[in-house]
């Protein structure tokens, strides 16, 4: 439990937490979730949209129950999210100077390996589920 000393503190350190003042330092933080747009949903355009099908319906079988399409579905949806990361991760390979010494960069490429790990997790519990 608390002290009313530390309950007190705790309101003085958050009055001063309020995030950034300045509209530069807004438009910063913004964006911060835009790197990459990995936690944002998967939007796909029709050819994809037509190859997930094919990759669904090669995976169900011709007599699939609905249990078997959801779960073909979910398994399909985390390989099709992989894909996206490693497709992603290719292109800021391509655009990063890692001989330059850029810990940005190798920094953002880490960052990367949390989707990857989602994507793979997801695909699994899909299999076993």
């Keep these: 439990m608390a002290t009313d000393k530390q309950i007190a503190a705790n309101r003085a350190n958050a009055l001063r937490s309020t995030g950034p003042k300045t509209a530069a330092g807004r438009a910063k933080s913004s964006r911060n979730a835009l790197r990459h747009g990995l936690s944002l949903p998967t939007e796909m355009d029709a050819d994809e949209l037509a190859k997930f099908h094919a990759l669904e319906a090669a995976l169900a079988g011709d007599r699939a129950d609905e249990d078997r ?25 391509a655009a990063a100077d890692l001989e330059g010494g850029d810990p940005k960069a190798l920094q953002r490429l880490l960052a990367l390996d949390r989707y990857e790990r989602y994507a793979h997790t997801k695909r699994r519990r899909a299999w076993e589920g």
């Design 69 to 93: 399409q959801r779960t073909v579905a979910e398994m399909a949806r985390a390989q099709f999210e992989l894909l996206r990361v490693r497709k992603i991760r290719a292109a800021m390979l």
